[in-house]
């Protein structure tokens, strides 16, 4: 089975978010179950230039766009088995980071008919093309419109993946001629037709063969009007095409008795080796170093969609008490202020870093004792699932894939792995923060529910055979 990945990032190469982990964690997984897994992203000035280096130019040509023709190099990588694409033009891709740009609806129509000829152009034909976020989509709509006649594309079944349903790529209407040379039927005929405009994840969702979401539940919640971003009666068409399957982390990398960098490695057989994390962490970021200190922490973007306004608000009065608080991210110029101040505000007690830092994030993965994700709504969620690896317990809102991976420890049961609530409240979340901290002064308790977490199986081997489930049904 032959399967291409098309995606807007993929790690190592470039990452913005959790959709680079799974491009780039995903199909190394596929591999170990004998699917002979490509992958094709843009090839941006921000590559390591060491990576650069070893890629070789296989192929050439000019890509038709209504009334201009661009250049397009195609360079492949190999590693780990995995073969990598990489689609060149310096004027739409070598410029700082992968999106933001006035430009990037003309950028990804050159980028989704670049993949399409060079899937003929280096004689590469997949079984099966799986297409990722708003950046891809209109490969979906090309093949069954544009490329149906061509026999060299006859066969070939398309999957597409929506990481985030609130990002859709929606432009105006007469781009479907100018970028993509189509004719305005398209747009009549309801294919990526969205309010006067064209939308990109439309016309995915409308002529993909298969459509996945990154966790069970929010496959059925984007079915709804409160999460279906006014594309849920299209889902709800589809619904017999729509499933979803729970994104994984790499436990290669997210491994603390393995992880490089964190003061101490230590597993659920060495517990004690999480405190000497916690008091590294502590002494890096001008805290009180104390190892009885409940530690909160959060890693994120720091966006409307992660709660911060209910979580803001619960702080005021959570920061009072016996408690530290750790946030590591970027986002939203008013929470990024509301964090610094709080920092500025309690010293000993609170620590923020608006900035993208790996490393550090990894301390505070092995350091924190809990994990806070009030997310309003959240498609899949990657940081409980690294927080559970580590031991470090989350209080999340159950939405999304926080509901199908953290379950509220039962302490009769001693079932459970973190900390849950539903109503999108101040105050639910406060009481759920409470009970967390009560938990925490009982040690044996908490031990408990440290290896619960750790315990927890969140690997890619389980979506990976999901996945290979849902291509069987294509071939």
């Known amino acids: 089975m032959k399967v291409l990945f098309v995606a807007g990032e993929c790690d190592p190469f470039i990452k913005t978010g959790?959709?680079?982990?799974?491009?780039?964690?995903?199909?190394?997984?596929?591999?170990?179950?004998?699917?002979?897994?490509?992958?094709?992203?843009?090839?941006?000035?921000?590559?390591?230039?060491?990576?650069?280096?070893?890629?070789?130019?296989?192929?050439?040509?000019?890509?038709?766009?209504?009334?201009?023709?661009?250049?397009c190099g195609v360079l492949q990588y190999k590693k780990g088995g995995i073969t990598y694409y990489f689609i060149d033009n310096e004027f739409y891709f070598k410029r700082k980071g992968a999106y933001g740009y006035g430009d990037d609806g003309e950028r990804f129509a050159f980028f989704d008919r670049a993949v399409m000829m060079m899937m003929k152009e280096i004689e590469f034909k997949?079984?099966?093309?799986?297409?990722?976020?708003?950046?891809?989509?209109?490969?979906?709509?090309?093949?069954?419109?544009?490329y149906c006649s061509d026999e060299f594309y006859k066969g070939i079944s398309t999957v597409y993946t929506i990481h985030n349903l609130k990002f859709q790529g929606v432009f105006?209407?007469?781009?479907?001629?100018?970028?993509?040379?189509?004719?305005?039927?398209l747009y009549d005929n309801d294919t990526v037709s969205f309010y006067d405009c064209m939308n990109f994840m439309k016309g995915a969702i409308k002529t993909s063969d298969k459509v996945t979401t990154v966790s069970k539940t929010y496959s059925e919640e984007i079915k709804n009007d409160f999460y279906g971003e006014q594309l849920q009666g299209l889902l709800r068409e589809r619904e017999q095409d729509l499933s979803g399957i729970e994104n994984g982390i790499d436990y290669k990398i997210y491994d603390p008795s393995k992880d490089t960098y964190i003061e101490k490695k230590y597993s659920k057989f060495r517990l004690n080796n999480k405190k000497i994390n916690k008091i590294a962490l502590q002494r890096e970021l001008g805290l009180e170093e104390n190892e009885d200190i409940p530690m909160m922490a959060m890693v994120s973007r720091l966006t409307s969609q992660k709660g911060l306004d209910i979580l803001t608000d619960a702080l005021n009065d959570i920061i009072e008490g016996e408690v530290q608080l750790v946030v590591l991210g970027t986002g939203e110029a008013d929470y990024e202020q509301y964090f610094l101040n709080l920092a500025n505000n309690h010293p000993n007690k609170a620590a923020a870093v608006i900035a993208f830092d790996n490393t550090l994030a990894h301390k505070i993965y092995a350091g924190a004792d809990m994990f806070l994700m009030p997310s309003l709504f959240e498609p899949c969620g990657l940081g409980?699932?690294?927080?559970?690896?580590?031991?470090?317990?989350?209080?999340?809102?159950?939405?999304?894939?926080?509901?199908?991976?953290?379950?509220?420890?039962?302490?009769?049961?001693?079932?459970?792995?973190?900390?849950?609530?539903?109503?999108?409240?101040?105050?639910?979340?406060?009481?759920?923060?409470?009970?967390?901290?009560?938990?925490?002064?009982?040690?044996?308790?908490?031990?408990?529910?440290?290896?619960?977490?750790?315990?927890?199986?969140?690997?890619?081997?389980?979506?990976?055979?999901?996945?290979?489930?849902?291509?069987?049904?294509?071939?």
């Not at 190394?28 to 941006?44: A, C, N």
């Not at 470090?392 to 953290?406: F, N």
């Not at 967390?436 to 690997?459: F, H, R």
Request: glycine letters at 6%.
């Open 18 to 71: 959790g959709l680079g982990d799974v491009v780039g964690a995903l199909p190394q997984y596929l591999r170990k179950h004998e699917v002979e897994v490509s992958v094709v992203i843009p090839k941006y000035e921000d590559i390591n230039e060491e990576i650069v280096s070893k890629m070789k130019l296989i192929k050439e040509f000019n890509v038709p766009m209504s009334w201009r023709s661009q250049y």
């Open 126 to 146: 997949p079984d099966i093309i799986h297409c990722h976020d708003w950046q891809t989509g209109m490969i979906p709509v090309l093949l069954k419109y544009d």
């Open 172 to 185: 105006p209407k007469d781009k479907l001629g100018d970028w993509f040379n189509l004719s305005e039927e």
């Open 384 to 475: 409980q699932l690294i927080a559970l690896r580590y031991g470090t317990i989350p209080i999340v809102r159950e939405t999304g894939g926080l509901k199908d991976t953290v379950r509220f420890y039962e302490t009769t049961t001693q079932e459970g792995n973190g900390f849950t609530f539903y109503d999108y409240t101040t105050y639910e979340l406060k009481k759920t923060m409470r009970i967390a901290l009560d938990y925490y002064k009982d040690k044996e308790l908490w031990t408990q529910l440290i290896i619960n977490a750790m315990d927890s199986e969140n690997s890619w081997d389980k979506s990976a055979m999901e996945y290979i489930n849902l291509y069987n049904e294509l071939i």
